[in-house]
């Protein structure tokens, strides 16, 4: 009876319609957006009405009597997303439309669980989706990096977590966060990326320097944050992460918002606090070691098919106290502090944050636009800006007490230009261009500047193209070259000056003499090359074979040019080299992968030769008024790094299933024959999932995580007199810690609030056993064990 | 096109932006905390000259030698000690002593004496909360001998203490002089 009704009503429209004087018509192409090719076989339907027409093998169409009038067309193709456009008819009417052809394969991806591009094709990817990073809301980036196989962290405590890639960490891993290279001192092994991680909802590691549409740079290899993609219709959703963690007696909030609309106007509007007081091994609180961190993001923008613009702007500030018990004069309190079984100093649990602490903020502004042009692609225009200000307080003494020890400002500006085009149905390109300026500014502070004043500029340009070759085999090349300019102010002692020789290697860069300092001015120019090529062959039904060749070239950074005395955290004496220069990276690497529901592995060799590699190493021991301290300088080496990454996850019935990784690099110092230093154990995880999501979803996980002893690292041990004892005595500062096994349970179940709102409930222990433990790759395991076991819960409502 | 026009404008317009301005040079930093010079004398009761025991090193950590002054003391004799430092670096000397003798509560000097060194310390001057702050003292000359002797300052030791094991905090100084009894 229904549709009788409503053919009834259309019938009765049409009549409407035809009543008036309506013989005109309307006729025209539909094309491919990407490459103008004409569509054939387009329905295109006229709204209210039953007019339907097929574009034929020319691919026009033509609709008959209509009348001068405002139509509504649905036009629509088996691989194309249906559009919608209104087309006013006067007369006899013309009109092409454009669809874009490319959404049936979109859609596979989208299944697949993907909706982010690839950053290359060549090199596998390893990604965090939005659910896993949700776990890690109280943690940092850092901490949900680590979950990767062949991905661990440097580590200052268990609040500075720096991701570290095959063994390479720092300048040599290049981090993206929203489109945008984070520019935050990297450098600092004790400086951690400045992201919030519940700002982000993906997270992909390339492990190599193959996405060179990023960087020519990261030798280790390149981390790409992105915020969540915005769908084009009317909605307003958002979240909110509430967590409750036992050790550091801590919590964090987090909260987003987001308004899209049909039209293509969207807003996020996003934040978190999180706090903590000091964190506790299982025999002791680790004094001093709290944090506080705020952090707010807003992205506004529109969205269309073939044009869009976007402003993003991020703050975070980070307040971190670092251990009191790693504070330390020479080499005399190194001894004590090495041979104490528990930290020299122990005070009770705190949330106050006492010196020697880190207080860093990190401010990000990025507009971006892009449109696409008919035949010759996606256009990108990107300017961003970035501030970063370290602030690190030390104990201090008279009028300087409360005064920072350093107080760097690193500002940076960067213009974007990139092109995406379809060449041809086989092949893309991806080109650009970047422009950046950088401006570090020290503020005296009555220390010597760390990292001296500097006026860095950097110009690039790359290409990456992939052929698919039949239906098996994509070729991928692509090639980068970046210059950079830096022109740097700064005061050397004269007695390293001389001790140098720089006066003979460097006069005309002599600003001023003064007393004992000399202020140079050296003007640095860096030429990098680099390049990629790789091939992805797919086989049977589900396997992948990667391969990749890339050679990242990275220009040194000013912590190794000129780093030049006391290094408080490390105890040391740090020098640089004005003489460096590039040091360059070969890597290849081979990944065999099943991509399969039920079984799916990917195993990855690699083989990374790194020429010029710089590497700081001990040379001396320096008698200063302090006491003795270890004087470190750097160097340039050649460098060979050889190592696997597996991947395993196995389902025995549809609710569980195996995890598994294993990962094992070797670091050679090829010079020396030596072992580099820093270089991860070997470390297997075995994780068992019951996931049933017939049951709201509940999921139970046990990971076991063992990590072996390091037993390849070069002996860096020095002698030191001590006056107590009257003796020589060896300050153990290679030595790695023994094997630990950590195990880890994770649990979470969704409950339906109402129609639209979800709250997810879990609840973690990590550190099971409560296990005392000493990381090799925490720098502060001489001096403290690792965290103790830690009682989480973690609420998130979604609305 | 006009979207490009715009983008090439925006590029040459940065790249204007990014080739003006140059700052004046910087200023050479103060290095207000350093030590340079650490002097203790010691004045022998009952009149005599005093004698001084000196470490000096005008480039902080960087790599010049320091100038050590030793020195011989007399057997039998009692001294009274006082340790001076001094920042030489700047452009005016400046006090040290001044500041831990302010920051008395935080500070504490530790005296270690070599096995075939016969001299004793006793009576360093305490700090406001009756600890030992140590910039003053008596040292006192046994039989003829010699060996080292050793000044440690340690900046926010655990206080009271039994001597530097378990004292804690950060040694600021930390300097040994080749003494002898004669």
């Known amino acids: 009876m229904r549709t009788h009704v409503l053919y009834f009503l259309l019938l009765f429209n049409s009549n409407i319609t035809m009543s008036q004087n309506c013989d005109n018509s309307l006729s025209g192409t539909v094309t491919d957006i990407h490459d103008g090719q004409l569509l054939i076989g387009v329905t295109l339907t006229i709204a209210n009405t039953d007019q339907t027409v097929q574009t034929g093998l020319d691919g026009t169409f033509r609709f008959l009597n209509l009348c001068n009038d405002t139509y509504y067309i649905q036009v629509s193709h088996p691989y194309c997303l249906t559009k919608g456009f209104t087309v006013r008819v006067t007369g006899n009417t013309t009109k092409s439309f454009k669809l874009e052809h490319h959404i049936e394969e979109l859609n596979q991806i989208t299944i697949e669980g993907s909706a982010y591009s690839d950053k290359s094709k060549t090199i596998l990817q390893n990604t965090i989706n939005n659910q896993a990073l949700e776990r890690y809301s109280s943690g940092s980036l850092g901490d949900a990096l680590n979950s990767l196989s062949g991905v661990s962290s440097l580590n200052t405590g268990n609040t500075v977590v720096k991701p570290l890639i095959n063994g390479l960490h720092s300048s040599r891993v290049v981090i993206i966060n929203n489109g945008v290279r984070m520019e935050d001192q990297e450098w600092g092994a004790e400086h951690a990326p400045n992201i919030d991680i519940n700002s982000i909802s993906n997270l992909t590691v390339l492990k190599g320097a193959g996405a060179l549409q990023y960087s020519g740079d990261a030798v280790g290899g390149v981390i790409v944050a992105e915020a969540s993609k915005v769908p084009v219709k009317d909605s307003l959703y958002g979240k909110s992460i509430m967590t409750a963690a036992s050790n550091g007696r801590g919590s964090s909030l987090s909260s987003k918002l987001t308004k899209s609309y049909q039209n293509g106007w969207y807003a996020t509007l996003q934040g978190s606090l999180k706090r903590f007081g000091n964190f506790e091994a299982p025999d002791y609180v680790l004094s001093n070691t709290g944090m506080f961190e705020k952090s707010a993001s807003l992205q506004v923008g529109f969205n269309r098919f073939d044009y869009g613009i976007e402003g993003y702007y991020s703050v975070f500030k980070n307040e971190i106290g670092i251990l009191k018990a790693s504070h330390l004069g020479g080499a005399q309190d190194q ?59 030390d104990s201090r003494r008279g009028d300087d007490r409360e005064k920072p020890s350093v107080d760097l400002e690193l500002d940076t500006h960067t213009v974007l230009l990139d092109l995406e085009s379809d060449l041809t149905d086989k092949i893309t390109l991806k080109s650009g261009l970047l422009a950046r300026y950088q401006n570090n500014f020290a503020t005296d502070t009555g220390v010597r500047r760390l990292i001296p004043d500097y006026q860095m500029y950097n110009l690039g340009v790359y290409f990456v193209a992939d052929y698919q070759l039949g239906k098996q085999l994509l070729l991928e090349a692509g090639a980068r070259y970046d210059f950079t300019f830096m022109d740097v102010f700064k005061f050397y002692r004269t007695s390293l000056w001389e001790s140098r020789n720089y006066g003979q290697l460097f006069p005309e860069i002599v600003v001023e003499e003064l007393a004992t300092q000399i202020l140079t001015n ?199 007199y001590i006056p107590q004892t009257e003796t020589y005595q060896e300050v153990d500062i290679s030595s790695t810690p023994n094997a630990y096994h950590l195990l880890n349970f994770n649990s979470n179940i969704d409950l339906n609030i109402n129609q639209k709102s979800k709250l997810t409930v879990g609840f973690s222990i990590t550190n099971l056993m409560n296990t005392s433990y000493r990381n090799y790759l925490n720098r502060l395991r001489h001096y403290a064990d690792d965290l103790g076991r830690n009682f989480i819960l973690n609420l998130k409502i979604n609305y | 096109m006009k979207t490009l026009k715009f983008l090439t404008a925006a590029l040459v317009a940065s790249s204007l932006f990014i080739g003006c301005s140059k700052d004046d040079n910087p200023q050479p930093v103060n290095e207000e905390e350093l030590i340079t010079t650490m002097t203790v004398t010691l004045q022998p009761e009952g009149g005599g000259t005093d004698l001084i025991l000196e470490f000096r090193d005008l480039d902080g950590d960087g790599p010049e030698e320091p100038e050590i002054q030793n020195g011989i003391l007399d057997a039998g004799v009692t001294y009274s000690g006082s340790i001076v430092l001094l920042n030489e670096a700047g452009e005016e000397v400046e006090n040290i002593t001044e500041e831990v003798e302010m920051e008395n509560l935080e500070h504490q000097f530790f005296y270690i004496i070599g096995s075939g060194l016969d001299v004793t310390t006793s009576g360093e001057n305490e700090d406001d909360e009756g600890n030992i702050l140590g910039t003053t003292f008596t040292l006192t000359a046994g039989t003829v001998s010699s060996g080292e002797l050793t000044f440690t300052l340690v900046h926010e030791p655990t206080k009271p203490n039994n001597g530097l094991e378990s004292a804690g905090g950060e040694t600021d100084i930390s300097v040994t002089f080749d003494v002898s009894v004669e």
């Open chain 1, 335 to 393: 001894i004590r502090a090495i041979e104490s079984d528990i930290p020299l100093t122990i005070e009770n649990f705190t949330y106050k944050i006492n010196k020697p602490k880190q207080d860093v903020s990190h401010q990000l502004a990025r507009l971006k636009a892009f449109k696409r042009f008919d035949k010759f692609g996606k256009l990108s225009f990107q300017y961003d800006f970035q501030r970063n200000n370290r602030l690190e307080f």
């Open chain 1, 522 to 720: 050296p003007q640095l120019n860096f030429n990098n090359g680099s390049a990629t090529l790789g091939a992805t062959y797919t086989f049977a039904k589900d396997y992948n074979l990667f391969f990749n060749y890339s050679i990242a070239s990275r220009a040194p950074n000013p912590s190794e040019l000129f780093s030049e005395g006391l290094h408080h955290s490390a105890s040391r004496i740090e020098i640089g080299d004005l003489r460096f220069n590039s040091e360059i990276g070969h890597k290849v690497s081979l990944t065999l992968q099943r991509d399969d529901d039920n079984f799916s592995y990917s195993i990855t060799p690699y083989i990374h030769t790194i020429s010029d590699f710089i590497i700081m190493e001990p040379v001396d021991v320096r008698q200063t008024i302090g006491g003795n301290f270890q004087v470190w300088e750097y160097r340039q080496t050649d460098a060979q790094l050889l190592g696997m990454d597996v991947d395993v996850s196995y389902a025995f019935t549809n609710n569980v299933r195996i995890n598994s990784q294993f990962s094992l690099v070797k670091g050679y110092d090829q010079t020396l024959d030596t072992p580099l230093i820093g270089m991860p154990p070997v470390n297997i995880s075995n994780e068992i999932v019951y996931q049933n999501p017939d049951f709201n979803n509940i999921r139970l996980s046990l990971q076991s995580a063992y990590h072996f002893k390091q037993n390849n690292f070069p002996n860096n041990n020095f002698e030191v």
